[in-house]
């Protein structure tokens, strides 16, 4: 199975700041990764699919990089609104696993 | 708009069963593959299991195979997922999900509000 891992595991920032997670897999999976939002109690949120396209709706604010292990989520200017959790997922291979998440708080 | 709803959660012994149903409105249910995603209490997501778009192809996580089944009926659009044997580590919160493309039944995008399931005696 790809293991995906996640770091920092939490943050905090001051709004406006630029913010930047990162997301690497035990293997190649070309841009084979997504990108969820996941407030309290909420179901996730697609942001980013295929490592760098932004979902439908989506602030463009979020944007995704990255292809073959490593990968970047960053928030250009936090905004209260954006704490939540975020988790990054390789759909390369089943199983489809997350990474561990990351907490995302404002300072 | 797409819309998910899950049903069937609840309180069951270990060893138990349930059936977990999933119903989809707002786009055509018959095109697309779907997915179940879980979620144990204040833990991270878990993919559980994948089902194509005309049910025949399914893909489970090593950690459910022979306990749980995924199916679906495409005339009522809704999504199953029938658990077995059920464990105290089963437990979570349930979503289903639509994937992005057809083609990739591991690749969520919409998401039910999901549904909890509770394995304790």
């Known amino acids: 199975d790809i293991q995906m891992t996640q770091s920092p595991s939490s943050l905090s920032a001051s709004v406006g700041d630029r913010v930047a997670i990162t997301c690497q897999a035990s293997?190649?999976?070309?841009?084979?990764l997504n990108w969820y939002q996941q407030k309290p109690g909420k179901a996730p949120k697609l942001l980013i699919y295929?490592?760098?396209y932004l979902a439908t709706g989506v602030p463009s604010r979020f944007s995704g990089s990255g292809s073959g292990t490593d990968f970047t989520f960053t928030i250009s200017s936090l905004q209260p609104e954006d704490i939540a959790t975020y988790y990054c997922?390789?759909?390369?291979?089943?199983?489809?696993?997350f990474g561990p998440g990351t907490n995302v708080d404002i300072k | 708009e797409v819309q998910l709803v899950e049903s069937g959660g609840g309180l069951v012994q270990p060893g138990g069963s349930l059936r977990l149903s999933c119903a989809a409105s707002g786009f055509t249910f018959s095109d697309y593959a779907m997915t179940w995603v879980r979620q144990a209490p204040g833990k991270g997501l878990e993919w559980v299991s994948s089902?194509?778009?005309?049910?025949?192809?399914?893909y489970y996580a090593d950690s459910v195979k022979g306990r749980f089944t995924i199916s679906r009926d495409n005339s009522k659009n809704t999504l199953y997922l029938q658990m077995n044997s059920l464990r105290v580590e089963d437990t979570a919160v349930y979503f289903c999900?639509?994937?992005?493309?057809?083609?990739?039944?591991?690749?969520?995008?919409?998401w039910g509000p999901g549904t909890l399931v509770t394995v304790s005696s």
């Open positions: 089902i194509s778009e005309s049910g025949g192809d399914t």
């Open positions: 295929d490592a760098y």
């Open positions: 997922q390789q759909h390369d291979n089943v199983p489809g696993t």
């Open positions: 999900a639509k994937v992005i493309y057809n083609w990739n039944p591991i690749s969520p995008h919409y």
């Open positions: 293997q190649d999976i070309s841009n084979s």
